[in-house]
């Protein structure tokens, strides 16, 4: 049994569309929210984290009510193709909005948009499972990361590309040219992705080959019951670990392209270069970081990511201006977020039998996003209200909090086995 990667990166196509709307809403929407229309870092930090706030309860709704759908093209297709085509007609107001300096026709798109984008980020993600054999689901979701890279490495050009310099540049091309990118990739996998026909596929294939359905359980946790103490504390730090890493990492990412020009005096769409560079890095990093973890474990490389975060960002938070050495700074920052990312999830599911998977998953991103929802709005208060280079210092803590959490966490750790290709060690979740 082997991938069919080109079925596979054509799958992948809904979550790249996905990764590039949310590189330019996390970077360009802040910018528009206070130079165009003065709005306070503290209101738009809380507008910045209604995404996560929508998530919260849209993702669940829609990726079980997909479950339950049975249509002609699919269960996931029809998500993905209305929620797309919404998307992209919404997202053309936001620039005229912009340009018109029209906040209240701004702030109605922006919410109809990221209701639209939360109607099929489930279904989206859930197609390639359903699409794809059990024992080659590591593979291919390693290819679904990638597609997710290349989406947001193409908005970051974008942004580099056609956001010209000044304090009131013209957003409408870069709009348009990132949902042009969402349209056509939607379009080319709904022309190719015969998801009905794939499915039954993949299920007569696993009939054929006696595929066992059901996870092998951790000996440690039975399903349905209570954990016990020592388990059930190890889970809470490691909760609180996510928490933390998230309320430090996201800080930056949400604030940096404002940062970038009220400190460091970088015009248009300078700053993109240096996230670019963090993007870049953790893809890169993903296979040296699986073989990392297979020989230390993942607590020791998760630890290692957090330190490594915190002393670039604690060097950043440094400089009065913007200096070349920002690049090294950030592709160390973008090896260290891999290094969480790849092995914070796995030690949550460790924890959980075979039954639980899905509840312990839903405790994992239940933290994570609402980590996502609380800093923009405490570092937006204090950037409004001390100044912007309190934006660093602040990740730095919530980073040091995050080491010592995870320090006093005992389980959840066994070492992944190797992976029996390279490619297997990009399997991140996110």
Not at 186 to 205: G, P, Q
Request: proline share 4%; charged share 15%; net charge neutral.
């Amino acid at each position: 049994m082997k991938l069919n990667y080109k079925r596979t990166i054509l799958i992948g196509l809904a979550f790249m569309s996905i990764s590039a709307f949310w590189q330019m809403y996390d970077n360009v929407v802040p910018l528009i929210l206070k130079n165009t229309f003065g709005l306070g870092e503290t209101i738009t930090g809380a507008i910045m984290a209604a995404d996560n706030v929508l998530a919260l309860f849209l993702l669940p709704i829609f990726g079980s009510f997909s479950d339950k759908v049975n249509t002609k093209i699919g269960k996931r297709m029809p998500f993905i193709l209305i929620g797309t085509a919404l998307a992209c007609t919404l997202l053309v107001i936001l620039p005229i909005a912009d340009n018109t300096v029209n906040m209240a026709l701004f702030v109605g798109g922006l919410f109809f948009v990221l209701i639209s984008m939360g109607t099929y980020r489930s279904p989206a993600v859930a197609l390639m499972p359903d699409l794809t054999p059990k024992p080659l689901r590591s593979k291919a979701n390693a290819v679904i990361n990638l597609m997710g890279a290349v989406g947001g490495v193409y908005t970051l050009i974008m942004i580099k590309v056609l956001v010209a310099k000044g304090d009131k540049p013209n957003y409408f091309p870069l709009f348009m040219a990132v949902g042009v990118v969402m349209a056509i990739s939607v379009i080319i996998l709904f022309i190719t992705i015969k998801e009905n026909k794939l499915r039954k596929e993949r299920e007569e294939l696993e009939i054929a080959e006696g595929l066992v359905e059901e996870e092998e359980e951790p000996a440690n946790v039975n399903a349905g019951q209570k954990l016990p103490k020592d388990v059930f504390r190890s889970l809470c730090f490691i909760l609180a670990s996510v928490a933390f890493w998230f309320i430090a990492y996201n800080a930056v990412t949400t604030a940096f392209s404002r940062y970038a020009v009220q400190v460091w005096g970088l015009e248009g769409g300078g700053y993109a270069d240096c996230l670019l560079v963090a993007t870049v890095a953790a893809i890169i990093s993903y296979i040296p970081i699986g073989s990392i973890a297979s020989n230390i474990g993942r607590k020791k490389t998760i630890i290692i990511g957090v330190a490594l975060l915190g002393l670039c960002f604690f060097a950043a938070g440094l400089f009065n201006e913007y200096h070349p050495v920002m690049v090294v700074f950030f592709c160390i920052i973008g090896f260290a977020w891999a290094a969480i990312g790849v092995n914070s999830y796995p030690m949550v599911v460790e924890i959980a039998s075979a039954g639980d998977v899905g509840k312990y998953t839903g405790l994992y991103y239940t933290f994570s996003m609402t980590a996502q929802v609380i800093t923009p709005i405490l570092s937006g208060w204090l950037l409004e209200n001390i100044g912007y280079r309190t934006l660093f210092p602040y990740s730095v803590i919530f980073c040091i909090l995050a080491i010592i959490t995870m320090s006093q966490v005992k389980h959840g750790d066994s070492k992944p086995a190797k992976k029996k290709s390279a490619l297997e060690n990009l399997d991140v979740d996110d």
